[in-house]
């Protein structure tokens, strides 16, 4: 019988998206969590099972994991994914076909004289390579810095994959390779440990700095938060350290080397960098076996642990033989050179690309770890990576071309019905910068913590008296329309410009990036609201269409009634209020305890709507 604690953490686990072990679980989303298996595994007494107190002491790195996605720094990175600033790394199959002979003589014919023989002496040099069939003899004596060759069913089945459905897969990896070997290489062997390791950052993230597992494993290597504290690897509202390439690829080839320390095996210690030394501690203690192979005789590693080995192994096959398997005519990614400059806290880093004469894209992908498009605001100064070169131009530009132009950044808690327009107008900044920066949409949220990026010294103004939102025009009677014209608020459609909403009513771009304080370019988003001042008469035509502003307080109230709306299958709270022509910022205020991430059918909303 399970006890309480079991059953709890039973419950937590099944409330989990993703594996929670020491590192995320990239390639199986759908597995269960390593305490989810082991809690399972008690329950049912399968070949294997684990003692209560055993699935509840793993069960711990779920709970750690539980308590982390539940923070403003995951939401930071679930807005981060929204941009585009990180991609999910793509679902991988777990279960494999069995090879057939055939397919077996296939790929040894592939290999035919490319390794070395099972009997040959090992060199020193780590491109002497031993292929194996099956496990390698026992006593077998490897050098340290060498990651032996094996090749086997599990093996093969991978480089099936590989050459088949998931091709599409390998050929980006092996584009992305010579842009990191050479940096991962290099900082591996100064770790000490084997540079064929560089296969499991393939493996883990294809190599992408912007990688992002289900489990909030993020970067190149997938640390999570916990393990990448442990190597230092800072984790804040500015960086995100373990997307940075040199320092993450520093952690983990300690993290790597600690666990090889313990186990003995770079096999065991690549295992247990996916499901947790613990795991695999238990496993050998349960099984008194030595080896990952032996380990997976036993109905005990969850899946995605038991193909992790094989999957490195096919991926370090292929990388070193591509041709021989059909990969050609891959583009190569250039390789990643740069040299460091130091620049002061609140840095924008478009002002360094203009200094260095490169794109702001260039810098960005040289600094993956800055999170915001500034360095952060506290300490003396920060490392930035410029191009391999550039050194001389940024130090004959940089200086003049960022006199004048440090921020600061103030905190800023969000009060219910205070919008993007009436912060920027408080702090004399742009609600396009706020947006930017805090990576958020046009609404926010009340009890939102955001950062405000406002010039040294500067101090919140009182709040604007005319909010850019029809529901707060009732608050409103200082703001005057120019005599004989009418005030219009335009809610921004898809496929709306600037240029379109000013042909639309007759007036030039200047005016309503004037009227409306819109910095800089003419980028504009739905749901934003848009102020048109027209003529009277011409005001008019648009009363259809377009909310029109009047001084009377009493004659708005008038003119609206309140109706309830039923949601439908597939409505969204932005789809609702473009149906209804009010702006979802309204709609918002209208249903303020409504969660508008989970509506479902039949919910009833209210709306405000003229009177017929």
């Excluded at 008469?537 to 009363?543: L, N, Q």
């Amino acid at each position: 019988m399970l006890n309480f604690r079991t059953f709890v953490c039973l419950c937590l686990v099944l409330n989990l998206s993703a594996c929670a072990g020491v590192f995320g679980c990239p390639d199986c989303p759908c597995e269960c969590p390593v305490a989810g298996d082991a809690v399972a595994q008690a329950a049912t007494g399968e070949p294997g099972a684990i003692t209560e107190a055993e699935a509840a002491d793993e069960a711990d790195s779920a709970e750690a994991a539980a308590a982390e996605v539940s923070t403003e720094e995951d939401q930071g990175e679930i807005n981060e994914a929204m941009a585009g600033e990180l991609e999910l790394i793509p679902d991988l199959p777990s279960d494999l076909p069995e090879v057939t002979p055939e397919e077996n003589e296939q790929i040894l014919s592939r290999l035919e004289g490319f390794f070395s023989q099972p009997d040959a002496e090992l060199g020193e040099q780590i491109d002497d390579l031993v292929i194996y069939r099956g496990i390698p003899p026992e006593g077998e004596k490897v050098p340290d810095d060498y990651i032996p060759m094996l090749l086997n069913s599990h093996v093969e089945r991978w480089i099936l994959y590989f050459t088949g459905k998931g091709q599409k897969h390998f050929n980006k990896w092996l584009a992305r390779l010579p842009r990191w070997q050479g940096m991962f290489e290099r900082i591996l062997e100064e770790e000490g440990v084997p540079r064929d390791l560089v296969y499991l950052a393939m493996i883990e993230s294809g190599f992408s700095t912007r990688a992002y597992s289900r489990a909030r494993a993020v970067g190149p290597w997938q640390f999570m938060r916990a393990t990448g504290r442990m190597y230092d690897l800072h984790v804040n509202w500015w960086t995100d350290e373990r997307r940075d390439p040199v320092k993450a690829t520093r952690a983990a080839a300690r993290h790597l080397r600690d666990l090889h320390d313990e186990f003995g095996s770079w096999y065991l210690a690549a295992a247990a960098y996916n499901a947790g030394g613990g795991k695999i501690r238990r496993g050998l203690a349960r099984y008194n076996v030595t080896t990952f192979w032996e380990l997976l005789n036993h109905r005990y590693l969850r899946s995605e642990t038991r193909e992790y080995v094989p999957k490195m192994l096919a991926a370090m096959i292929l990388a070193k033989a591509p041709e021989r398997f059909g990969f050609v005519g891959i583009e190569p990614e250039e390789a990643y050179e740069y040299e460091t400059v130091e620049v002061p806290p609140s840095t924008d880093l478009a002002i360094l690309a203009k200094a260095v004469d490169e794109s702001y894209q260039t810098i960005h992908d040289l600094n993956p770890h800055y999170r915001r498009w500034f360095t952060p605001p506290e300490g003396s100064h920060y490392e930035v990576r410029i191009p391999k070169g550039k050194s001389a131009l940024f130090a004959e530009n940089f200086e003049k071309l960022n006199k004048g132009k440090s921020r600061t950044f103030l905190t800023h808690k969000v009060r219910k019905g205070e919008t993007l327009s009436q912060l920027a107008y408080m702090y004399q900044t742009d609600q396009w910068a706020i947006k930017r920066l805090n990576r958020i949409g046009r609404y926010l949220r009340a009890g939102q913590t955001i950062q405000i990026p406002v010039r040294p010294g500067t101090k919140p103004k009182k709040p604007p008296a005319r909010l850019a939102s029809a529901s707060r025009m009732l608050q409103n009677t200082e703001y005057k329309t120019p005599k004989g014209y009418a005030e219009l608020l335009h809610v921004v459609e898809r496929g709306d410009s600037l240029w379109s909403v000013s042909r639309r009513f007759g007036v030039t771009i200047s005016d309503i990036k004037r009227w409306n304080e819109i910095p800089g370019g003419n980028r504009i988003m739905p749901g934003d609201v848009i102020t048109v001042y027209l003529p009277e008469d011409s005001a008019e035509a648009f009363k259809d269409t377009t909310r029109v502003r009047v001084k009377d307080d009493a004659a708005i109230a008038a003119q609206l009634t309140t109706v309830k709306y039923k949601v439908r299958r597939g409505d969204t709270g932005w789809g609702i209020a473009k149906k209804h022509g009010v702006a979802f910022q309204d709609f918002q205020t209208w249903n303020p305890k409504v969660d508008w991430r989970t509506i479902k059918p039949g919910q009833e909303l209210q709306l405000r709507v003229p009177r017929k």
